[in-house]
């Protein structure tokens, strides 16, 4: 029994999965305990094929309520249409080929699609089918009649099908799907396809500059903003590449391509390269300033030989170098780019005049700047901080999920890519590599 009481049932959010009849059904019990964990009342809507693979006495459950597939079931409730009335958030995972089908032409034909017309709130689509279907013009144009209505559709993971296949149209894990919809409750128009036909290159996590074997100079990042960002842009549309330092354990963002390092100058060697051609670099990598000048090749052991000095070497400033090779044209001259800064106040100034100089000193286009400190930005799962721009504009960020805070970047980031069109090449790199 629960021990909620009725002010806390009033307040707690209203949630429906719906579940397709795919193999990968199983997952969504996975999402149902996410949201079951965070204090949610959940109504789970499957399908009947949905529960050929995963039986209705497993999602009751995990869900505490009832499980009805038929628009007949407890009529005197009408569920068909309350369900969708009073629901804050429908998540449809699977959504496979026939479901995105039945919802595109406005189908009530059970339980789920009556549900899905009378919602009003946001709706989540997390499809998952074999690489043909996904890629078939039907589905294509069903996924684009949904998003044009406003209903999110997020890209499908690539990776093993059924059987022996691979390819695109893999479920994302039960997490990012969560992480998805717990930023649309925060933020309903979070994920526009305002990014479609754009190359992003996002750098995340930090860099260990090798001191022996076994130390290393780092730092207490954990990559999970620049995940963040790179989600959110893939969902927003964009092709975009993952370049990721050392991270706390992070599985890349579904439809983003990742590319890892280990140095401040194997990212630097990685984002130049992946930059010519690109629409839009987002530097959001905590990379190291300094290195050792000598790599010892052994571990270097206390007593006699231990050094008393460890001589540093300063490391290239990769976001200096984008802006030095925008301007020189090796770049497009009208790619964006987009700096990090994790300061402090001290005796010289606070958190924002440090900004405001170094944005002098990078003449990227944006600066995005987080106070940190024990318990801030770094290694949390929220965050918030400002948005300074080269035309001296300044936006602050309210605290929120780092999905949140990404949304609001790519928000001031999509202007500056107005003038320019989207690279010819980008559907090309897409359709590659979904093919993998």
């Not at 050929?52 to 009529?75: I, K, W």
């Not at 690539?158 to 919809?181: C, V, Y």
């Not at 030989?305 to 802006?323: K, M, Y």
């Not at 995005?368 to 801030?376: C, F, I, L, S, T």
Request: aromatic share 4%; net charge negative; with cysteine.
């Amino acid at each position: 029994m629960s021990s909620l009481s009725p002010s806390d049932t009033a307040t707690r959010r209203h949630v429906v999965v719906g579940v397709g009849g795919g193999i990968a059904a199983y997952k969504a019990c996975g999402l149902i305990r996410h949201f079951t964990e965070a204090g949610d009342d959940v109504r789970v809507v499957p399908t009947e094929s949905a529960l050929q693979f995963v039986g209705r006495a497993t999602f009751e459950a995990l869900s505490g309520n009832p499980v009805h597939t038929g628009v007949f079931a407890d009529v005197p409730e009408v569920p068909h249409v309350r369900l969708g009335q009073n629901a804050d958030l429908v998540v449809v995972a699977p959504a496979t080929a026939d479901l995105l089908s039945r919802a595109a032409a406005g189908r009530a034909d059970d339980l789920l699609t009556a549900t899905l017309l009378t919602a009003r709130c946001p709706i989540v689509f997390a499809p998952a089918m074999h690489t043909e279907m996904w890629d078939h013009p039907a589905t294509v144009e069903n996924v684009a009649t949904l998003r044009r209505r406003g209903v999110t559709v997020i890209e499908p993971a690539s990776g093993r099908l059924t059987g022996k296949d691979t390819g695109a149209g893999r479920l994302p894990e039960p997490d990012e799907i969560a992480g998805i919809a717990e930023l649309l409750l925060e933020r309903p128009d979070a994920l526009p396809r305002d990014l479609e036909g754009r190359r992003v290159v996002v750098s995340a996590g930090g860099t260990r500059e090798p001191l022996d074997p076994v130390r290393f100079l780092g730092n207490r990042s954990s990559g999970k903003q620049g995940y963040a960002l790179a989600r959110v842009a893939a969902q927003r549309g964009a092709d975009v590449l993952l370049i990721s330092g050392y991270t706390s354990d992070l599985s890349a963002p579904a439809s983003v391509r990742v590319e890892t390092v280990r140095t401040a100058e194997d990212m630097r060697t990685a984002v130049t390269a992946a930059a010519v051609g690109a629409d839009a670099v987002i530097m959001a990598a905590a990379v190291a300033d300094f290195r050792p000048t000598t790599l010892a090749t052994s571990k270097i052991k206390k007593g006699a030989d231990e050094p008393d000095t460890i001589p540093l070497t300063r490391n290239a400033d990769i976001l200096a170098g984008l802006v030095a090779a925008r301007d020189a044209g090796d770049l497009a001259a009208d790619a964006a780019i987009v700096g990090f800064a994790a300061e402090t106040g001290d005796q010289h100034g606070d958190v924002l005049t440090h900004a405001r100089a170094k944005l002098a000193r990078k003449k990227c286009d944006l600066l995005v700047v987080n106070a940190v400190g024990e318990g801030k930005a770094f290694e949390m799962d929220d965050n918030d901080g400002w948005i300074l721009s080269a035309d001296g504009t300044e936006l602050a960020l309210e605290h929120g999920s780092k999905a949140l805070m990404s949304s609001r970047v790519i928000d001031a980031l999509v202007p500056l890519l107005r003038v320019r069109q989207p690279s010819p090449t980008s559907q090309e790199c897409t359709s590659a590599d979904d093919s993998r």
